[in-house]
Every structure is written in structure tokens, then in C-alpha cells.
């Protein structure tokens, strides 16, 4: 193996599994919490600062409490991390949960080198070398090594689970790997995210609850830039025809702007990006003749629908894009194509939830909904066996990772029982 930089830790880890919700671990990432919040340049942060929050003591104590009966469970070794390379805090928060789950430890961090990730680094490192938290360094490595390296091989083959984040392409790399007969991968693949908003609780909402709207939608899309697998593509609204179903959307819209244009900034290279995306659906989303089309935008549509699919709505700037399609998506196939970032939102009017169910396939992964009893949505879900959609969250909500993920209940499946 060569060409490893381990920023915590060595080579020579104690791979062995231990309890679940070990008092050790607990301890050390309450520790961990406090060591972060104390640090002022954390605050710089949001997202290292929701990581602190997360490991409080009262939010462990809560977690331990919703998971319920884990006799008799031991971690299952080592486990091997692959993180992605867009979300800063993710390998932290995959790491949080195999530890609680009772595992050793290797995380590839990602390879651009965020401020925050430097930071948690920094103070990681401090909080590990005390004496009272060796058994804590000797199951962990934060490590990272250049694509050629031949560690993935080694640590694959190594591992008695891995956690591969990042979507297809990577699981389907690490699948090529060796690993251990027992080794259990849990792969997060690409996944596809909606928000759900019933427009008649924009009627009468009053100016702060519309900003704080706003700012919680802000907060699942453009924090992120629609990075993250959670984050919406596609806004679906009920309730909302007409004239005063669009000047409700439009309201929306407005107070989203007011949010955008006060903290977020537009690259130069994804303002073009952007555009041509737009130019691309443009010519394939409106297209009347797609049979000679490779492109895998025009592969949502049913060509079959040769009526025009799209309306560009904008009228301020290139902040917000909204992509107009056909109410209760008429004509679309493959609504997960339908993806980008930085603003581009793809929108649609239903009349009930059936039209969306009928899309649905496992690439879904989380509904963000507004003024939407969230349990009878699930409750309709069930009922009509949709085969994805493994969330159903409030708005804001998009990006509170837990460890109930992707439709795995992690402490448990990286964890094993040992039966009476």
C-alpha cells in the first residue's frame, strides 16, 4: 500500500468490534461536541457547527432512547469508509455512526481540502491523544491517498464492512475490489429528492413565516448548491390551479430571492452551466421529434407526447430557474433525469399524489413537504406500494442526516447480534 497520508491515526488499527453505544465512544464524541462549539472558529461553519449539535449529550441519550432494545449486539470490525467529495461533513458524520455502532474505523476523507474539514481535523487530533480516549485512536484512521493508490484494494480486503458513499459510479468502482466472504457493503447510490408544497397554506401565511419558509428551503437547496442527494430538484405543488395558484408560487419565489441574493453566490462558470442546462432542456424537453436523441434529458420524456413540456419561468435574474412541466407530469417518465444544481428548480402541479407514485422508483430518496400532514403521505405511499421515497421530512429538514439513512437503520446492520 502506498501513498497514504493518515491525518488521524496509523496503519496499525485494532480492528476488533466492540459494544454498541460503547460508554468510551459515547463519551468521547460528547467531548467532542463540547471541543467544538468552545472553538470560535467553528462558528464560521454551519455545517461543523449541526455536527456539534448532533453529538451533544442529550441528542445521544434521545437517539439511544428511539432506537430502542440493542442487547446482546457487538460492532462487526473494521469498517471502511468511502466519502464523497462534495459534502465536506459527511465522512464525519459516517464515521459517527459505525463508532456508535460499535466498529473500528477507516475513513478516505475527501480530497479537496475544505476549511471546516481541516478544522474538525485539528481539533479531532487534540481530543484523541488523551489518555482517556485510547481505546477510541487505536480503532481509527482519517487517511488520504491519491486515485492510483493501491489502498482501496487494501482496505477492501481488509474490511469486514464498507461504506461506500458517492453514487453510482463509485459503488460500481468498489465493487470490483476483493473483500472478506462476510464483508457487507452498504452503498449510497445516486438518489433523487422532491419538495412537496400545498399552495393554499401560502395564502394566508404572514411575512415571517413565508421568510423563514424561504430560508429553510434555501437551506436544503442552495446551502448545498443541490449537492447533496437530498436536496430537491423538483418542487410539486397541490392546490395550486389558476391564476392564484401561479401568483401563490410566484409569492413563494419572491421571498426565496430576497434569501438567495443576501448569501449565496453564483460562480461565473455555473451561471454558463446553468444556462446551457437550460438550452438542453430547452431543445430536449421541448423537442417533437426525439427518436434520433442520445440524450438522456430527452429520455424523461414519453416521446410519444408531442406537445411542448416545458415553460422557462424567471423574470428577475439567473439566481432561480424554474423549469415549468406539465401539470400532474404529463408526458415524463424518468423525472429523477431531471437534475441540476445551483438554482434550477423543475416544477410541476398535481392533483393528487398519484401521478408522482407512478414515477417513483428506488432512486428516490427523500419528499420535502410544507402544510402536508407528512404521515398521510406516508400513509399513501404504503398503501399504493411505492417502490421508493425512503424519507418524508419537513422543509428544512432536507440535510439532517441520521441513523436512519437511505432506507438502512445503520446501527443495527453495522452492528451483529449474537442470539440466545
Same mark, same amino acid.
Given at each position: 500500500m502506498d501513498k497514504?497520508n493518515?491525518l488521524?491515526g496509523?496503519?496499525d488499527?485494532d480492528t476488533?468490534g466492540? %459494544?454498541?453505544?460503547?460508554?468510551v465512544?459515547?463519551?468521547?464524541l460528547?467531548? @467532542?461536541?463540547?471541543e467544538?462549539t ?9 455545517? @461543523?457547527?449541526t455536527l456539534?449539535?448532533y453529538l ?5 441519550k434521545?437517539l439511544?432512547?428511539?432506537i430502542?432494545?440493542?442487547k446482546?449486539r457487538?460492532g ?8 464523497p467529495?462534495?459534502?465536506p461533513l459527511?465522512?464525519?458524520f459516517?464515521y459517527?455512526f ?5 466498529n473500528?474505523n477507516?475513513v478516505?476523507?475527501p480530497?479537496k481540502?475544505f476549511?471546516q474539514v481541516?478544522l474538525?481535523?485539528?481539533i479531532f ?9 485510547a %481505546?477510541i485512536k487505536? %480503532?481509527?484512521?482519517?487517511?488520504r ?9 487494501y482496505y477492501s480486503?481488509l474490511a469486514?464492512?464498507r461504506?461506500?458513499?458517492g453514487?453510482?459510479e463509485?459503488v460500481?468502482?468498489f465493487?470490483t ?7 457487507l457493503?452498504?452503498s449510497f447510490a445516486d438518489?433523487y429528492? !422532491? ?8 395564502e394566508?401565511?404572514d411575512?415571517n ?10 437551506n436544503?437547496?442552495?446551502a448545498?448548491d443541490q ?6 430538484k423538483t418542487v410539486?405543488?397541490i ?7 401561479d ?9 426565496l430571492?430576497?434569501v438567495?441574493?443576501?448569501k449565496?453566490?453564483l460562480?461565473d462558470s455555473?451561471?454558463v452551466d446553468k444556462?446551457t ?7 430536449n424537453l421541448n ?6 436523441s442520445d440524450?438522456?434529458?430527452s429520455d424523461a420524456?414519453d416521446?410519444s407526447n408531442?406537445?411542448p413540456?416545458?415553460?422557462f ?5 439567473n439566481?432561480?430557474?424554474?423549469i415549468?412541466?406539465k ?5 415524463v417518465?424518468q423525472?429523477e433525469?431531471?437534475s441540476f %444544481?445551483?438554482?434550477y428548480?423543475y416544477?410541476?402541479n ?6 408522482? $407514485?407512478k @414515477? ?14 407528512r ?5 399513501? !405511499? ?9 424519507? $418524508?421530512v419537513n422543509?428544512?429538514?432536507?440535510l439532517?442526516?441520521d441513523?436512519n439513512?437511505?432506507?438502512f437503520d ?8 449474537i442470539?440466545?
Open positions: 497514504v493518515y488521524v496509523s496503519k488499527l476488533k466492540f %459494544k454498541v453505544f460503547d460508554e465512544a459515547l463519551s468521547f460528547e467531548t @467532542l461536541s463540547k467544538i468552545t472553538e470560535p472558529r467553528a462558528r464560521l461553519y454551519p455545517d @461543523l457547527m456539534a449539535f451533544r449529550k442529550a441528542n445521544l434521545a439511544i432512547e428511539k430502542g432494545s440493542i446482546n457487538l462487526r470490525g473494521l469498517t471502511f469508509h468511502i466519502t467529495s462534495n459534502i459527511n465522512f464525519a459516517s459517527v459505525s463508532l456508535l455502532a460499535g473500528a477507516v478516505r476523507l480530497s481540502d476549511p481541516s474538525f481535523i485539528e487530533r487534540k481530543l484523541i491523544d488523551r489518555e482517556e480516549f %481505546k487505536s %480503532k481509527t484512521a482519517f487517511v491517498y491519491p486515485h492510483e493508490s493501491t489502498a482501496n484494494d480486503n469486514n464492512t461504506m461506500i458513499w453514487g453510482d463509485t460500481e468502482l465493487k475490489f476483493k473483500t472478506q466472504p462476510r464483508c457493503d452498504i438518489r429528492s !422532491l419538495a412537496l408544497i400545498d399552495c393554499k397554506y401560502l394566508n401565511i411575512d413565516a413565508l421568510k423563514q419558509l424561504a430560508v429553510n428551503f434555501y436544503d437547496t442552495y448545498i449537492n447533496a442527494c437530498s436536496s430537491p410539486l405543488w392546490n395550486s390551479e389558476g391564476a392564484e395558484g401568483a401563490l408560487k410566484d409569492k413563494f419565489y419572491k421571498a430571492h430576497d438567495v441574493i443576501s449565496y453566490e460562480q455555473v451561471a444556462f442546462q437550460l438550452c438542453v432542456d430547452a431543445i423537442e417533437t421529434d426525439r427518436a434520433n440524450d438522456s434529458t420524456l416521446t408531442t406537445r413540456s416545458i415553460k419561468k424567471n423574470g428577475m435574474d439566481l432561480i430557474y424554474r415549468a412541466l401539470d400532474d407530469l404529463e408526458g417518465k423525472l433525469t431531471l %444544481k445551483a438554482g428548480f416544477e410541476a398535481l392533483s393528487s399524489l398519484e401521478p408522482l $407514485v @414515477l417513483t422508483n428506488t432512486k428516490f430518496q427523500t419528499l420535502c413537504v410544507y402544510g402536508i400532514d404521515q398521510q403521505v406516508i400513509d399513501y !405511499l404504503i398503501k399504493n406500494d411505492c417502490s421508493g421515497i425512503d424519507r $418524508v422543509i428544512g429538514r432536507a439532517d442526516i441513523v439513512w437511505d432506507g445503520l446501527i443495527r446492520t453495522l452492528s451483529r447480534e442470539t440466545l
